[in-house]
T-cell receptor, first 110, second 117 residues
Framework: QKEVEQNSGPLSVPEGAIASLNCTYS??????FFWYRQYSGKSPELIMF????GDKEDGRFTAQLNKASQYVSLLIRDSQPSDSATYLC??????????FGKGTLLTVNP | EAGVTQFPSHSVIEKGQTVTLRCDPI?????LYWYRRVMGKEIKFLLH????????ESGMPNNRFLAERTGGTYSTLKVQPAELEDSGVYFC???????????????FGPGTRLTVT
């Protein structure tokens, strides 16, 4: 079992739709969870983080966490073409290091 | 506030040569991390500094890799001698851990693309 698994994608949604990105993780000791966006050839850009079970909203982004199910997700509302990128899920363990998934490539079609 | 900076942005070297990568963290960030992404794989942790001390170097592939952070400011990652499998993108990240925070979010630099031929 991989440490962090993300829906393989690519995921294609029309402009204005909701994009749903999913992630499961194996380390039950993971303490906080980060979503990074990475444009092709660029560095990961932090867009959301969540610590507690439930939902956390920031603008068009909502992160959802269910520690019992070891599941974290990212919803992007009103998707824009500029949201087209690879989204990386990264739980943080007690030792502070991030463990990344392979990422999900999202394409938002105008 | 300036972000994490890395130098060089690209490096092409021959197998057996030495390369040194540099990372300057965000000012005031005591924690510095190195990660690497080889082609087709996920980003992998290499090591973590707290100020000038190595907190965790469990991800370092072998003893050809040497990381330093003299004075707790910038960090260097030296690969000597380089092998073909060392090719990839090396990212540096930094974070600030202060009382009352719990996320310790890490901000990434632009990366150094290393190609070993």
């Amino acid at each position: 079992q991989k440490e962090v698994e993300q829906n393989s994608g690519p995921l294609s949604v029309p402009e204005g739709a909701i994009a749903s990105l999913n992630c499961t993780y194996s380390d039950r000791g993971s303490q906080s969870f980060f979503w990074y966006r990475q444009y092709s050839g660029k560095s990961p850009e932090l867009i959301m983080f969540i610590y507690s079970n439930g939902d956390k909203e920031d603008g068009r982004f909502t992160a959802q966490l269910n520690k019992a199910s070891q599941y974290v997700s990212l919803l992007i509302r009103d998707s824009q073409p500029s949201d087209s990128a690879t989204y990386l899920c990264a739980p943080r363990g007690s030792n502070y290091k991030l463990t990344f998934g392979k990422g999900t490539l999202l394409t938002v079609n105008p | 506030e300036a972000g994490v900076t890395q130098f060089p942005s690209h490096s092409v070297i021959e197998k057996g040569q030495t390369v040194t990568l540099r990372c300057d963290p965000i000012s005031g960030h005591d924690n510095l991390y190195w990660y690497r992404r080889v082609m087709g794989k996920e980003i992998k942790f290499l090591l973590h500094f707290v100020k000038e001390s190595k907190q965790d170097e469990s991800g370092m592939p072998n003893n050809r890799f040497l990381a330093e952070r003299t004075g707790g400011t910038y960090s260097t990652l030296k690969v000597q001698p380089a092998e073909l499998e060392d090719s990839g993108v090396y990212f540096c990240a930094s974070s600030r851990h202060t009382s009352g925070t719990k996320y310790y979010e890490q901000y990434f630099g632009p990366g150094t693309r290393l190609t070993v031929t």
